[in-house]
């Protein structure tokens, strides 16, 4: 046997074997084999699609206003601009400055609660204190409780991040008004008197003072 021939046997016996390998490993085809998935390539994602939704329904808005609502966006803005503001803490707050204004008025000393009242409202009550005390009449005064309190509207400027928010307030007090000689002329002591107001509170989102102010009062 040539050298020539015998190398053209070695080599294809190398290339049986190197088929029967390849064989082994990737398997043949029969016509029965389910055919290859197709790679489906990445388009629009449709509705019954899973959606990531960040962040969701804000319970501390939606416990207090309508979701979706004018008043839900307008806490949303407040929020986007001041994220430490919380409106169930606003409206604890709201309750308590509710109290110590009414008494004030009532009794007739607004010292404490000047910085709560914008210029109107400060000069509105004034105003009625002073009537008041023309007529010689004197204000006894006891708040008995709150029974109502819902937020009811709520808007905000993002230009001048102005933000104001109404609150409806039902309560009870007792209030008596007497004259210069004693004689109650108007109340009793012993009968609360349903007292029911909405009052609108203003602030700048953001800004450095955290007071909110008694900007509007209505029944």
């Known amino acids: 046997m040539s050298p020539a021939l015998f190398q053209l046997i070695v080599l294809a016996a190398i290339a049986i074997f190197l088929i029967l390998k390849l064989k082994s490993v990737l398997g043949t085809r029969d016509g029965y084999e389910d055919e290859p998935m197709p790679v489906e390539a990445p388009g629009p994602r449709g509705p019954d699609r899973?959606?990531?939704?960040?962040?969701?329904?804000?319970?501390?808005?939606?416990?207090?206003?309508?979701?979706?609502?004018?008043?839900?966006?307008?806490?949303?803005?407040?929020?986007?601009?001041?994220?430490?503001?919380?409106?169930?803490?606003?409206?604890?707050?709201?309750?308590?400055?509710?109290?110590?204004?009414?008494?004030?008025?009532?009794?007739?000393?607004?010292?404490?609660?000047?910085?709560?009242?914008?210029?109107?409202?400060?000069?509105?009550?004034?105003?009625?204190?002073a009537d008041r005390q023309r007529q010689g009449l004197t204000v006894e005064a006891n708040f008995l409780g709150l029974r109502e309190l819902t937020l009811t509207e709520a808007t905000f400027d993002a230009t001048s991040r102005e933000a104001e928010v109404t609150v409806r307030f039902g309560g009870e007090l007792i209030s008596v008004a007497?004259?210069?000689?004693?004689?109650?002329?108007?109340?009793?002591?012993?009968?609360?008197?349903?007292?029911?107001?909405?009052?609108?509170?203003?602030r700048v989102m953001g800004s450095s003072d955290p007071n909110w102010q008694l900007v509007a009062t209505g029944g």
């Open 50 to 129: 899973f959606e990531v939704i960040e962040g969701g329904p804000d319970n501390d808005i939606i416990d207090h206003v309508t979701e979706g609502s004018d008043a839900a966006v307008a806490l949303a803005q407040m929020k986007r601009v001041e994220p430490s503001f919380n409106v169930g803490a606003f409206l604890q707050g709201s309750k308590m400055a509710y109290e110590m204004i009414l008494m004030a008025f009532e009794r007739g000393d607004l010292s404490p609660v000047r910085r709560f009242l914008a210029p109107e409202v400060l000069e509105a009550f004034e105003t009625a204190v």
């Open 178 to 202: 007497r004259d210069a000689t004693g004689q109650i002329v108007e109340g009793d002591p012993k009968t609360p008197r349903k007292q029911r107001d909405s009052w609108t509170f203003a």
